[in-house]
C-alpha cells in the first residue's frame, strides 16, 4: 500500500527498510492552530486536491528542547529539527496492503514533561511494530505555552466555558481522526492501544479519564508515568487555581488579543525564562469538561475507560524529588497532609536520607503508581494489569536504566543510538517490542518462546523483569512504597 484515500484526500507514503512496509510522515488531522486559533480546540483540517506526498514529517511544535549538549540530546535529539507552529500532525506506519486487514493499531503519545518532544524523533520508528503485523501511529501535540495557557479571557470565549488542556484536546483530536481514518491504511479502529511514555504516559491517564474518549480505546500503555499520581507535584490544579495565577505581563502583554497578535517565535522567547513561573500554567488542569475532576478521585470512583493495560518503569529513572529537603518536606506536606507527611519522611530517612531518597523517589513512586493502579483495576472489576521493571544497565555509560531507556527497546530502535549494544541488548528488545505487539493485538503480552506474563493481582503481585534476564518476578516490599500504595488507594 503506498496510497490510499482518508477523509480528507488522497495520501502517499514511501517504503520503509522492509518493502512492504509503508511510511505515511507529516498527515494533517487538525488546521493550522495559528492567528485566532491559537488558544482554541483544534479545528478540522482541510481537504486537498491531488495526492499529497507524505514522505516527510511534519516540524516539531514549538518548544525549548532539552539542552545544548546534555545527556538527553546526545542520547535522543542529536539533530535540531524544525519547528512550527503549525504541527498538528500524525505519522502512519503499516504493513497492510490493502484496506480490509483489520490490523491492531498503537496510537503513541511522546513525552517530554508537557514542554518538549514529537513523534518523528530518533527513537520512534513503526517498522519493529509493523513487521509484526501491528500499525503505529505517532503524533505531534501543542506543547508548553501553546498547550496549557489559562486565562479568564479564553474561558469567556470558549463554549465550555474554559481555557487550558488544547494539548489534550489536539490528543483527542487525533485519537478521534485515527478511529475515522485508520481503516484507509489497513487499521482496526475498534483494537487501538493508547500508549507514551513519562508525559505521555500521563497523557494516557488523561485519554483514560476524560470523558471524550468514551468508546475509543480497547487497551493502554503507561511508561514510567500513568497510574495512580507516580509524584505529588503532578496533581493537575483546578482551572481556577490556573487562572487565578495566570500572569500575562510575563508575557508582556495585557489581554489574549495582544498575545495571540505575538509571531510564535517571539511568545517562545517571552515564555522561556518564565517557564516555571507559577503565573503560567504548564501541565493540564481540572477543567470541569475535558477532566472533570483530579485523575484520582476519578479513578477510585471507576470513572476511566475500563481496558487491559500494560505499566510500568525503570529501575533509575533519576528523576530528583525536589531542589531541597525543605521544598521536598513542603512538597510532602502539601500531598500527605502533615501528620502522614512527617510519617512518610521518617520512612526516607529524613534530613540525613534526602540525598539517596531523592535518586530513587522517582522509581519508588512509578513503582507505587502501577501496583497501586492493578490493584485498584482488580477492586473495581477492571483491567488486567500487566507491570513491568526494566533493569537492563545499558552499555556505554554509568547511567543505569534511567528514565526513557525503555524507548530504544520498546521500539526495536538500537541501531539509531550511539551506544556498543551487547547481545543481551538485542534479545531484551527483541522481547519488549514483541510483549507490546502482542498485547496491542490480545491484550495480553505473550509471544513465542517469551516467558509468560502474567497480571499483577494481590494474590500474585509479581513484575516482569526486563533485561539481563526476562522473567516473572516479586519484588521485595519496599516500606515507602508500600506507604504511598496504601495512600494512593485511600488505605491511610
Not at 475535558?290 to 470512583?301: G, I, K
Not at 507505587?368 to 483495576?377: D, H, Q, S, T
Request: hydrophobic share 40%; net charge negative; aromatic share 12%.
Amino acid at each position: 500500500m503506498r496510497e490510499t484515500r482518508i477523509e480528507t484526500g488522497w495520501v502517499r507514503g514511501v517504503a520503509c527498510g522492509w518493502p512492504s512496509i509503508t511510511a505515511f510522515y507529516g498527515i494533517p488531522y487538525a488546521a493550522p492552530p495559528v492567528g485566532g486559533l491559537r488558544w482554541r480546540p483544534p479545528q478540522p483540517a482541510a481537504p486537498w486536491e491531488g495526492v499529497r506526498d507524505c514522505a516527510r514529517p511534519s516540524a516539531r511544535c514549538p518548544q525549548l528542547g532539552v539542552g545544548k549538549g546534555s545527556f538527553y540530546e546526545r542520547e535522543f535529539y542529536p539533530v535540531e529539527e524544525p519547528m512550527d507552529e503549525d504541527c498538528l500532525y500524525l505519522n502512519v506506519w503499516t504493513p497492510a496492503q490493502e484496506k480490509g486487514e483489520k490490523l491492531p493499531v498503537i496510537f503513541w503519545v511522546h513525552g517530554g514533561a508537557f514542554m518538549t518532544g514529537y513523534g518523528h524523533s530518533a527513537h520512534f520508528d513503526g517498522e519493529p511494530f509493523a513487521r509484526q503485523g501491528v500499525i503505529l501511529v505517532t503524533i505531534n501535540y501543542r506543547l508548553n505555552i501553546f498547550a496549557w495557557m489559562t486565562h479568564p479571557q479564553l474561558s469567556a470565549e470558549s463554549e465550555n466555558h474554559v481555557s487550558g488542556n488544547y494539548g489534550l484536546l489536539d490528543q483527542v483530536a487525533a485519537l478521534e481522526w485515527t478511529r475515522r481514518n485508520i481503516a484507509a491504511f489497513g487499521g482496526d479502529p475498534d483494537n487501538i492501544t493508547i500508549a507514551g511514555q513519562s508525559a505521555g504516559a500521563m497523557s494516557i491517564q488523561n485519554l483514560l479519564t476524560t470523558p471524550l474518549t468514551e468508546g475509543m480505546v480497547s487497551k493502554a500503555i503507561m511508561q514510567s508515568g500513568g497510574g495512580i499520581t507516580p509524584m505529588p507535584d503532578m496533581r493537575f490544579p483546578t482551572l481556577a487555581q490556573a487562572e487565578g495565577r495566570t500572569d500575562l505581563s510575563l508575557l508582556g502583554v495585557s489581554s489574549i488579543a495582544e498575545a495571540r497578535a505575538l509571531p510564535w517565535q517571539e511568545l517562545l522567547k517571552r515564555w522561556i525564562p518564565n517557564m516555571y513561573h507559577p503565573g503560567l500554567t504548564r501541565t493540564p488542569v481540572q477543567d470541569g469538561w475535558v477532566l472533570p475532576d483530579s485523575l484520582d478521585n476519578m479513578a477510585r470512583a471507576g470513572n476511566y475507560r475500563h481496558v487491559p493495560c500494560l505499566i510500568g518503569y525503570t529501575s533509575s529513572e533519576g528523576i530528583p524529588a525536589a531542589p531541597s529537603f525543605q521544598a521536598w518536606r513542603e512538597l510532602l506536606e502539601k500531598e500527605y497532609g502533615p501528620e502522614k507527611g512527617r510519617a512518610f519522611d521518617e520512612l526516607c530517612g529524613g534530613g540525613e536520607g534526602f540525598a539517596a531518597y531523592s535518586r530513587e523517589h522517582f522509581t519508588l513512586h512509578c513503582r507505587a503508581a502501577a501496583e497501586g493502579w492493578a490493584l485498584l483495576l482488580e477492586r473495581q472489576g477492571s483491567g488486567p494489569a500487566y507491570v513491568y521493571c526494566l533493569d537492563r544497565k545499558l552499555p556505554g555509560d554509568d547511567m543505569g536504566p534511567f528514565h526513557a531507556a525503555d524507548l530504544w527497546y520498546v521500539f526495536r530502535t538500537l541501531h539509531r543510538c550511539w551506544r556498543p549494544w551487547e547481545k543481551e541488548d538485542f534479545w531484551l528488545a527483541y522481547a519488549c517490542n514483541t510483549y507490546w505487539a502482542q498485547f496491542a493485538k490480545t491484550g495480553a503480552p505473550q509471544g513465542g518462546r517469551l516467558p509468560e506474563w502474567t497480571p499483577y493481582t494481590a494474590a500474585s503481585p509479581r513484575t516482569m523483569e526486563l533485561g539481563a534476564d526476562i522473567g516473572m518476578v516479586e519484588l521485595p516490599p519496599d516500606p515507602r512504597v508500600e506507604f504511598r500504595k496504601a495512600f494512593l488507594l485511600g488505605e491511610l
